[in-house]
T-cell receptor, first 111, second 111 residues
Framework: DSGVTQTPKHLITATGQRVTLRCSPRSGDLSVYWYQQSLDQGLQFLIQYYNGEERAKGNILERFSAQQFPDLHSELNLSSLELGDSALYFC??????????FGPGTRLTVL | GQNIDQPTEMTATEGAIVQINCTYQTSGFNGLFWYQQHAGEAPTFLSYNVLDGLEEKGRFSSFLSRSKGYSYLLLKELQMKDSASYLCAVRDDQAGTALIFGKGTTLSVSS
């Protein structure tokens, strides 16, 4: 158990819909990173938040957005969903340096 | 930008030693990480190298040469449970403090 929690574990929805994925980092970690993992692309970095502020952006689509709240949990919002958005979405957290610890992931299926 | 290369697949037998190589090109290098990932599960942290040389942790060792942009993960006394994907990741400080991942090496251990 990494100490990072994610909800929901599974999500099934239809094209065009909007979903919200939630992540709570390990106690004391200020950074949250979101990743997308699909079969053919590997782990793709989407976005990082640090103590409530956006820190870095990776390959995040304009239809996707995220935020980090004062209690440090983070939400990833995916809108106008397409079939190709079906993937595992992981969040990870870290302290000031060292390893990043991953949550169990949310498996999103878009039908 | 970043480029991280590792072999797609490797096979080995129980009790053997296997070396998984990773080469990288990145502009803001600040550490190399190895993760293990079983199918459908979260990546779990194995090792972290920021200076040149070998880091040993039980059956797993990781080596880094920053001048060559090269790392390897060495797994000794292989067990069936070591069958998994092994992900090489680079911390690039020009991308916040996010880790950028290679596509992973799928290791199959047979008896």
């Amino acid at each position: 158990d990494s100490g990072v929690t994610q909800t929901p574990k599974h999500l099934i929805t239809a094209t065009g819909q909007r979903v919200t994925l939630r992540c709570s980092p390990r106690s004391g970690d200020l950074s949250v990173y979101w990743y997308q993992q699909s079969l053919d692309q590997g782990l793709q970095f989407l976005i990082q938040y640090y103590n409530g502020e956006e820190r870095a952006k990776g390959n995040i689509l304009e239809r996707f957005s995220a935020q980090q709240f004062p209690d440090l949990h983070s939400e990833l919002n995916l809108s106008s969903l397409e079939l190709g958005d079906s993937a595992l979405y992981f969040c990870a957290s870290s302290a000031t340096s060292g390893g990043r610890f991953f949550g169990p992931g949310t498996r999103l299926t878009v039908l | 930008g970043q480029n991280i290369d590792q072999p797609t697949e490797m096979t080995a037998t129980e009790g053997a030693i296997v070396q998984i190589n990773c080469t990288y090109q990145t502009s803001g290098f600040n550490g190399l990480f190895w993760y293990q990932q079983h199918a459908g599960e979260a990546p779990t942290f194995l090792s972290y190298n920021v200076l040149d040389g070998l880091e040993e942790k039980g059956r797993f060792s990781s080596f880094l040469s920053r001048s060559k942009g090269y790392s390897y993960l060495l797994l000794k006394e292989l067990q069936m449970k070591d069958s998994a994907s092994y992900l090489c990741a680079v911390r690039d400080d020009q991308a916040g403090t996010a880790l950028i991942f290679g596509k992973g090496t799928t290791l199959s251990v047979s008896s």
